[in-house]
């Protein structure tokens, strides 16, 4: 269980062991409302964090998804690139065959060009046997009829043409031979080049790759810390909701008791009036009788006490001298466009006094934001419960627990809290005061004004 919690099972506590002491349940009542208060704090900061932790948790999905993205395209583009290599692969193959193929052609280049250089030295040794040239005029002279002339003459063209031919054959099956052994290794060459940067390209997508996977990890073990920070965030407001039930059950318990004190004093209050009715019955016979026989009685007359309005007949009476600044219900402010006023402002000076404005318990005492100072009575009419605030006092008389009279002097007006003057803000609720104000009446309702 979190250490914050202990001060509230505490206050529980001392609850339960105050049962036989009325101004103690008024107290701890003012601690346990108190402590709600510090609990729903606690619970508006835990819930702040967990929505803080949801944006860090969404924040690192978010990255790791786009990651994961990043991924999914690395291997698209390695499966690509694998694809690349196979197919160059493929033409390194086709290439390594039509090398072989060329090479067969090559070795047949070859034979042909042997073949020929053997025809060609046979050639130039019979050149050289005959002194360097073949005399092709002597052949021709040397005819016997001019049929053997034309004859002779074809002859020798024949060889002279065979001659041209293989030489301008054996150059150019040369020059092939050179042209396709330079295309076929160049071909080779930037295949294998191709191959090798194709290779390097799949080396560094694996290794970005590996990054990535590396980093994913990285943001998901954070993910996962967040997770369980999350997790005892949501822990603790979960205790606390539980601890502000709980809170709230014994403010319910107390309030209840509060109301029950109330009942019963109204039902002493009734039976001290219906005695303090019987005996003024007897002394006012008792007066008939000695004047009778000449006595006389003289009663001191009353001490004038500060300003404050007469005490009506009935249940309720005005509980401050001075005008109505202020009705119950929306009204427009010059600091603000409109506000429901859930009460009625009188105004007068300060110290003016404050009544009660019926009989019943004093609840609450003290500061309550911008009510300033203020008085919480809780009341008993016919066993139906009420409560009165009286707020922005300069003075409190009362302590919380007292049981109070209509038309008792519990306080002083003042001009505590946010007020603009110095003036009394009256609520009147059925039931319970809540700050919500769901339980709050118009005063008028009730109160004579």
Same mark, same amino acid.
């Given at each position: 269980?979190?250490?914050?919690?202990?001060?509230?099972?505490?206050?529980?506590?001392? &609850?339960?062991?105050?049962?036989?002491?009325?101004?103690?349940?008024?107290?701890?009542?003012?601690?346990?409302?108190?402590?709600?208060?510090?609990?729903?704090?606690?619970?508006?900061?835990?819930?702040?964090?967990?929505?803080?932790?949801?944006?860090?948790?969404?924040?690192?999905?978010?990255?790791?998804?786009?990651?994961?993205?990043?991924?999914?395209?690395?291997?698209?583009?390695?499966?690509?690139?694998?694809?690349?290599?196979?197919?160059?692969?493929?033409?390194?193959?086709?290439?390594?065959?039509?090398?072989?193929?060329?090479?067969?052609?090559?070795?047949? &280049?070859?034979?042909?060009?042997?073949?020929?250089?053997?025809?060609?030295?046979?050639?130039?040794?019979?050149?050289?046997?005959?002194?360097?040239?073949?005399?092709? &005029?002597?052949? &021709?002279? %040397?005819?016997?009829?001019?049929?053997?002339? $034309?004859?002779?003459?074809?002859?020798?063209?024949?060889?002279?043409?065979?001659?041209?031919?293989?030489?301008?054959?054996?150059?150019?099956?040369?020059?092939?031979?050179?042209?396709?052994?330079?295309?076929?290794?160049?071909?080779?060459?930037?295949?294998?080049?191709?191959?090798?940067?194709?290779?390097?390209?799949?080396?560094?997508?694996?290794?970005?790759?590996?990054?990535?996977?590396?980093?994913?990890?990285?943001?998901?073990?954070?993910?996962?810390?967040?997770?369980?920070?999350?997790?005892?965030?949501?822990?603790?407001?979960?205790?606390?909701?539980?601890?502000?039930?709980?809170?709230?059950?014994?403010?319910?318990?107390?309030?209840?008791? $509060?109301?029950?004190?109330?009942?019963?004093?109204?039902?002493?209050?009734?039976?001290?009036?219906?005695?303090?009715?019987?005996?003024?019955?007897?002394?006012?016979?008792?007066?008939?009788?000695?004047?009778?026989?000449?006595?006389?009685?003289?009663?001191?007359?009353?001490?004038?006490?500060?300003?404050?309005?007469?005490?009506?007949?009935?249940?309720?009476?005005?509980?401050?001298?001075?005008?109505?600044?202020?009705?119950?219900?929306?009204?427009?402010?010059?600091?603000?466009?409109?506000?429901?006023?859930?009460?009625?402002?009188?105004?007068?000076?300060?110290?003016?006094?404050?009544?009660?404005? %019926?009989?019943?318990?004093?609840?609450?005492?003290?500061?309550?934001?911008?009510? %300033?100072?203020?008085?919480?009575?809780?009341?008993?009419?016919?066993?139906?419960?009420?409560?009165?605030?009286?707020?922005?006092?300069?003075?409190?008389?009362?302590?919380?627990?007292?049981?109070?009279?209509?038309?008792?002097?519990?306080?002083?007006?003042?001009?505590?809290?946010?007020?603009?003057?110095?003036?009394?803000?009256?609520?009147?609720? $059925?039931?319970?005061?809540?700050?919500?104000?769901?339980?709050?009446?118009?005063?008028?309702?009730?109160?004579?004004?």
């Amino acid at each position: 269980m979190s250490k914050w919690m202990l001060p509230f099972l505490v206050a529980i506590l001392f &609850l339960t062991t105050a049962i036989e002491n009325p101004s103690a349940f008024a107290s701890s009542l003012k601690d346990m409302q108190v402590e709600k208060q510090n609990i729903e704090k606690k619970k508006e900061d835990l819930n702040s964090d967990i929505k803080v932790k949801d944006s860090e948790i969404n924040k690192v999905e978010s990255k790791v998804e786009s990651i994961r993205s990043q991924i999914n395209e690395l291997t698209n583009k390695v499966n690509k690139t694998n694809t690349d290599i196979e197919r160059v692969e493929e033409e390194i193959a086709q290439t390594t065959r039509e090398i072989k193929k060329l090479q067969k052609s090559i070795a047949k &280049l070859e034979k042909r060009i042997e073949e020929r250089d053997v025809v060609l030295r046979d050639r130039i040794r019979a050149m050289q046997v005959t002194g360097g040239q073949v005399n092709y &005029l002597d052949v &021709l002279l %040397g005819a016997n009829s001019f049929s053997d002339f $034309i004859d002779r003459y074809s002859a020798v063209s024949t060889l002279m043409e065979a001659d041209r031919d293989i030489m301008k054959q054996q150059n150019e099956d040369k020059e092939q031979l050179e042209v396709e052994k330079k295309l076929v290794e160049q071909k080779l060459r930037d295949q294998e080049k191709r191959k090798d940067e194709l290779t390097r390209l799949k080396v560094s997508l694996d290794s970005q790759k590996k990054e990535k996977a590396q980093l994913v990890n990285k943001l998901e073990a954070e993910q996962k810390k967040l997770g369980k920070e999350k997790k005892k965030l949501e822990k603790e407001y979960h205790e606390a909701h539980e601890v502000s039930k709980e809170v709230e059950q014994a403010i319910a318990a107390e309030e209840a008791r $509060i109301a029950e004190l109330a009942r019963q004093a109204e039902i002493a209050r009734k039976k001290a009036e219906e005695e303090a009715r019987k005996k003024a019955a007897a002394a006012a016979a008792q007066k008939a009788s000695a004047s009778k026989t000449g006595g006389s009685s003289n009663s001191p007359a009353p001490t004038p006490t500060t300003p404050a309005p007469p005490v009506s007949n009935g249940d309720w009476t005005r509980p401050a001298a001075g005008y109505v600044s202020s009705e119950f219900g929306y009204r427009k402010l010059d600091f603000v466009d409109s506000t429901n006023h859930r009460g009625i402002d009188v105004a007068n000076s300060s110290g003016t006094p404050i009544l009660a404005a %019926g009989h019943g318990v004093v609840q609450r005492t003290g500061v309550l934001g911008t009510y %300033g100072n203020i008085i919480m009575i809780k009341h008993s009419v016919n066993g139906k419960i009420y409560t009165t605030l009286y707020a922005h006092l300069s003075s409190i008389n009362v302590s919380s627990g007292q049981v109070v009279s209509k038309g008792q002097v519990i306080g002083k007006m003042g001009n505590t809290g946010r007020s603009s003057g110095p003036h009394l803000h009256f609520e009147f609720h $059925i039931g319970g005061w809540t700050a919500y104000g769901n339980s709050v009446v118009n005063p008028r309702s009730y109160v004579p004004f």
